[in-house]
T-cell receptor, first 113, second 113 residues
């Protein structure tokens, strides 16, 4: 079946611009996660959605970062006024509820020039 | 919060030999420990996981061991093949509260033909 998909696969933006990254989770998965992977580093948790519950935003690095999940499915991660240190691969994962294995998408590589 | 340390950061083995990657965690409440394989340009792929109620789990050439007392867990790959070359990440989570995974920093495994 279809896995987690993300778009765009690559995004180059100028410092100060806003960007939106999209994630389509596996159909039927109620939990969705965003992670950030800097070059040569492990994955850093950003935000977690579970059903209709309030999202866990504890990993967002600053108020320039926000995410929403519409209709319990597609999610968008927005970074406002991008900075060079925001350059990274942004990974989305989904699972069948919060107690199950997480399956990752291919990621969006963001480059801020 | 949870802290996961992983070593070695790089590992080279001859084809057919075994590879072992080790991780330690800090939060004694953590009870779920997955391992992910990440190939270049792709998202992490879950290869095996273990829960805190067992000490060992095996799936063909891959096995994971868990020592709760010492708070460490290890990935063992036997009869390595060139296609095993990738970056491997360990992770830990406490499914009783936060659902996000805390990742180790990764191990670049190279299997030499």
């Amino acid at each position: 079946g279809a896995g987690v998909s993300q778009s765009p696969s690559n995004k180059v933006t100028e410092k100060g611009k806003d960007v939106e990254l999209r994630c389509d989770p596996i159909s039927g998965h109620t939990a969705l996660y965003w992670y950030r992977q800097s070059l040569g580093q492990g994955l850093e948790f950003l935000i977690y959605f579970q059903g209709n519950s309030a999202p866990d935003k504890s990993g967002l690095p600053s108020d320039r970062f926000s995410a929403e999940r519409t209709g319990g499915s597609v999610s968008t991660l927005t970074i406002q006024r991008t900075q060079q240190e925001d350059s990274a691969v942004y990974l989305c994962a989904s699972s069948q509820g919060g107690n199950h294995e997480q399956y990752f998408g291919p990621g969006t590589r963001l480059t801020v020039t | 919060g949870e802290n996961v340390e992983q070593h070695p950061s790089t590992l080279s083995v001859q084809e057919g030999d075994s590879a072992v990657i080790k991780c330690t965690y800090s939060d004694s409440a953590s009870n779920y420990f997955p391992w992910y394989k990440q190939e270049l340009g792709k998202g992490p792929q879950l290869i095996i996981d273990i829960r805190s109620n067992v000490g060992e789990k095996k799936d063909q050439r891959i096995a994971v061991t868990l020592n709760k007392t010492a708070k460490h867990f290890s990935l063992h790959i036997t009869e390595t093949q060139p296609e095993d070359s990738a970056v491997y990440f360990c992770a830990a989570s406490n499914r009783g509260s936060a659902r996000q995974l805390t990742f180790g920093s990764g191990t670049q495994l190279t299997v030499l033909p």
